[in-house]
């Protein structure tokens, strides 16, 4: 992995699930749970843009596998630097409100732009079975029950 980035790796983030500009789940076919500003900010200043994969946890609820978007979102021109994370499992209804547990174990790509809403959609779909593979190794597995998620 890239030194910067393995310098601040593995991170740990908690907080609110709000709502984001709601694009995930409509243009994108995605939901991604967006955190408040304040969370954002506990990111280090060396923090390198780009989607990661990772651990989610809500409220005391299983660990999931994750993907996340940490950055600007080049194609929407976002002006605040957000984290989205996409659970890889479906949920029946939204859960804003809930607690959500992270840690962000590698980084798979830098963010990029795109021509089209459909490669960016298939890009993410990439992501998604990119960051399922990568979370099958075992350093990857053991921060799956690291002390900083509840008991489910
Ligand atoms: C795995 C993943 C990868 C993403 N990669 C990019 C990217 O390379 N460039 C980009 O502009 N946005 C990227 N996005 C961000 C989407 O544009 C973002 O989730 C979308 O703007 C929805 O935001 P919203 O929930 O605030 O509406 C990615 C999102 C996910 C979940």
Redesign the pocket.
């Known amino acids: 992995m890239d030194q910067t980035v393995s310098s601040y790796l593995p991170l740990f983030l908690e907080g609110e699930v709000i709502k984001?500009?709601?694009?995930?789940s409509k243009d994108?076919g995605?939901p991604?749970a967006?955190y408040p500003l304040d969370v954002v900010k506990k990111l280090p200043s060396e923090f390198k843009p780009g989607?990661y994969y990772g651990w989610a946890q809500l409220d005391s609820g299983p660990m999931y596998k994750m993907?996340a978007?940490i950055g600007y979102?080049?194609?929407?021109q976002n002006k605040e630097m957000?984290v989205?994370t996409?659970i890889i499992h479906a949920f029946e209804k939204d859960f804003y409100g809930s607690n959500l547990r992270i840690a962000i174990v590698g980084y798979l790509r830098g963010?990029?732009?795109f021509d089209s809403l459909n490669e960016?959609i298939e890009?993410?779909k990439q992501?998604i079975v990119n960051a399922g593979k990568s979370l099958e190794n075992p350093e990857s597995q053991k921060l799956k029950s690291n002390i900083f998620f509840g008991k489910p």
């Open positions: 984001g500009f709601g694009r995930g994108l995605c991604t967006n989607v993907v978007n979102c080049p194609y929407y957000s989205e996409h963010e990029m732009n960016l890009t993410i992501d």
